[in-house]
Nanobody
Framework: QVQLVESGGGSVQAGGSLRLSCAAS????????MGWFRQAPGKERVFVAA????????YYADSVKGRFTISRDNAKNTVYLQMNSLKPEDTAVYYC???????????????WGQGTQVTVSS
């Protein structure tokens, strides 16, 4: 089992940047694929980005491709989401997710963090 704690959310103006972090507990972090999802007010939670256990494979939602970058540091048990060129429509609660299976982490991951708020003003 893995526990996830997000940090780094906040308020930023359109065009700005934020970096989210997700710290994972447990000694098996490197065996999990990791992902980020987001949920805007009144909308469903949707996939944002994912990274394989070794970091060699990444996958992004079309809405963030070219602006967001997911990365991980297995020595620190941490996954990151660098968000650049932020838009008001990026406003949401961002959730970290983990699953041993990459195909599951982009759809229905087993483990979730509690979320961190990102607000982008125009």
């Amino acid at each position: 089992q893995v526990q996830l704690v997000e940090s780094g959310g906040g308020s930023v103006q359109a065009g700005g940047s934020l970096r989210l972090s997700c710290a994972a507990s447990g000694r098996t972090f490197s065996s999990y694929a990791m992902g980020w999802f987001r949920q805007a007010p009144g909308k469903e939670r949707v996939f944002v980005a994912a990274i394989s256990w070794g970091g060699g494979r990444t996958y992004y939602a079309d809405s963030v491709k070219g602006r967001f970058t997911i990365s991980r540091d297995n020595a620190k048990n941490t996954v990151y989401l660098q968000m650049n060129s932020l838009k008001p429509e990026d406003t949401a609660v961002y959730y970290c997710a983990a699953d041993p299976n990459f195909s599951m982490v982009v759809s229905i991951p087993n483990y979730w963090g509690q979320g961190t708020q990102v607000t982008v003003s125009s």
